[in-house]
């Protein structure tokens, strides 16, 4: 018997300015079509890259405007980037919009990797991982009702705690958006998800099998059971012939076809182990989530 899987999507990030009067139809689209999530990228700036300067809208921001606006879907960030804020005001952040959203929140974390808009906004870029590490306990045990004291080379902490407390009846989920090694070690011992973008998996069923091994095998190293690690992974979907909207992934073959035949696709990456799937959709909008509808059905 094939195994369950979340189908989500991802709304646009820079492939064109979308108001927020779209943003609320392309929401309620995909709640009133049967998916499960939806989700947002957490960049600033998008510059030397050989185009223009671009960038989305603010993250947090946003998510809370479209938890109040949806009513069953989840939502989080794809994936917050932790260095953008200090890792107690993330988490407090976070339990605002989990409280918005009545508890649908996913908090979807990582260390960032564009430079650009590091120094465009003035955050510090270098030992990223390592203040991730140190971010990243703070934040996990923040929403997870600790209350914190932490002194290291990057934060300094006294008696942190989230008031008001979650109304929520099971713990906000902990999603990490990383391959690297270092991170992955720091993370798998707690995290309640782990997710992969399209490029890093070749947006086939076979690269993602090949790093949900991987996962697997480092979850283990460090006495997780690997069970207890949901496997999310992002895929490129052309939703209709597509005017390029997808310029950061000119290389990547988007999953293509009837409706039907892109549903049995991403079964196909279930069947490689992924608990979910995030549509990556080229192009994206209203049009596009409602077309593709029937890829949630089981």
């Not at 929401?27 to 300067?53: C, K, Q």
């Not at 990243?136 to 942190?160: C, K, N, Q, T």
């Not at 207890?228 to 939703?239: F, K, T, W």
Request: glycine share 8%; charged share 20%.
């Amino acid at each position: 018997m094939r195994r369950p899987l979340r189908i989500g999507v991802q709304l646009p990030e820079v492939e064109r300015v979308v108001r927020w009067p779209e943003y609320i139809a392309m929401a309620r689209a995909a709640e009133e079509s049967g998916f499960d999530s939806i989700w947002l990228g957490d960049h600033l700036l998008y510059r030397g890259d050989g185009l223009p300067d671009r960038a989305p809208w603010e993250a947090w921001t946003l998510l809370a405007a479209l938890a109040a606006v949806t009513e069953r879907v989840a939502l989080g960030p794809l994936v917050a980037c932790a260095g953008f804020h200090p890792p107690a005001l993330i988490a407090k952040m976070a339990s605002t919009v989990d409280e918005v959203s009545g508890g649908r929140f996913v908090l979807g974390l990582g260390a960032g990797w564009n430079r650009a808009e590091f120094e465009a906004f003035g955050i510090p870029f270098d030992r990223r991982v390592s203040r991730f590490e140190s971010s990243y306990h703070i934040i996990r045990s923040l929403v997870r009702g600790g209350r914190i004291s932490a002194s290291d080379e990057f934060v300094s902490m006294h008696e942190a705690v989230l008031l008001p407390t979650s109304a929520r009846l099971t713990p906000m989920p902990v999603m990490v958006g990383s391959n690297g090694a270092r991170v992955l070690r720091a993370t798998l011992p707690t995290a309640d998800i782990w997710n992969t973008w399209f490029t890093e998996c070749g947006n086939t069923p076979e690269g993602f099998a090949t790093l949900n091994d991987r996962v697997t095998s480092i979850a283990e190293a460090v006495g997780r059971p690997a069970g207890e690690v949901e496997r999310s992974v992002c895929v490129l979907v052309a939703s209709r012939p597509s005017a390029g909207g997808r310029t950061n992934a000119p290389e990547t073959s988007p999953v293509t076809g009837t409706v039907e035949q892109i549903r049995r696709r991403l079964h196909e990456f279930a069947d490689a182990g992924a608990d979910e799937v995030i549509m990556v959709l080229d192009p994206i909008d209203e049009q596009a989530i409602r077309a593709l509808a029937e890829v949630t059905l089981i």
